[in-house]
């Protein structure tokens, strides 16, 4: 029985689907995408004669019921999210749905906004003595956020951190990125990274809300924070890998 495809669609730039998701979509018959967020283009990809369905005016029923229609008829259905499906994509409530009915589903990731945006900016989230976490969350709003993963106790790890879905808290974020990194260290915001009209802004955790308001960014923002963001900002000399050391030794080199 052919699977409901649930497809990264990747940051923006059709080019940076995977391979096994452009040829999901090549191949499908009905395609549920989240229209306010999909880039069109990648609908070109499409077989003339697909089925294109908008999931953003549609309540999870109508999804699901759309989605089994499609399936119980003998189509491919492609479910196609944003970046990658497993990150603020809401597929488990999906994926349950369909099992639930007896219907199978298989998840190709995505590459998500965070690294994309890192690739842009020639940023590594993961620096040799400097920091070696990445935590990806979002500041707490109409939907809240568990307490023991409140911003602030978040930044206060001191690791990189790539905050989404956050662009319209930003007095809160600022504060509380301020509490964990200092109030002058600098963040990076990412406005649709990959997209042709992306822009890059940079400033502090105090200055956050003035200029997220003054540079009219309130949705589509990534905020970068952290001492690799840092790093990059300052120009900070940064300690070599051990990785290349002509000294150090591992499986595959002798030192």
């Known amino acids: 029985m ?76 492609v479910r196609l999210h944003t970046g990658d499906p497993s990150l603020y994509g809401a597929i488990r409530e999906q994926l349950a749905a369909l099992e639930a009915r007896g219907i199978p589903a298989r998840v190709i990731p995505g590459v998500t ?16 003595e400097i920091t070696q976490t990445l935590i990806i969350t979002r500041a707490a709003g109409r939907t809240p956020v568990p307490d023991g993963e409140n911003l602030a106790a978040l930044a206060a790890v001191g690791a990189s951190l790539a905050l989404y879905l956050s662009a319209g808290q930003g007095e809160e974020a600022g504060r509380a990125l301020a509490r964990g990194y200092g109030p002058e260290a600098p963040l990076a915001l990412c406005y649709r990274a990959t997209w042709p009209d992306a822009r890059l802004v940079w400033t502090t955790c105090s200055r956050l809300a003035e200029t997220l308001k003054a540079e009219g960014l309130d949705r589509h923002t990534l905020i970068l924070a952290g001492p690799a963001v840092a790093t990059l900002r300052n120009q900070t000399e940064v300690p070599a890998s051990r990785l290349y050391d002509a000294g150090f030794s591992h499986a595959h080199r002798q030192g």
């Open 2 to 77: 052919t699977p409901v495809l649930f497809v990264g669609a990747g940051p923006g730039d059709p080019k940076l689907i995977t391979v096994a998701g452009r040829e999901a979509l090549a191949e499908a018959d009905l395609i549920v995408q989240a229209g306010s967020l999909v880039n069109p283009e990648l609908l070109a990809w499409t077989r003339p004669g697909a089925r294109i369905v908008d999931s953003a005016p549609l309540t999870l029923g109508e999804i699901i019921d759309i989605m089994v229609q499609g399936h119980e008829a003998g189509g491919k259905v």
């Open 113 to 128: 906004a965070a690294l994309a945006a890192a690739a842009e900016l020639g940023l590594e989230f993961t620096l040799p």
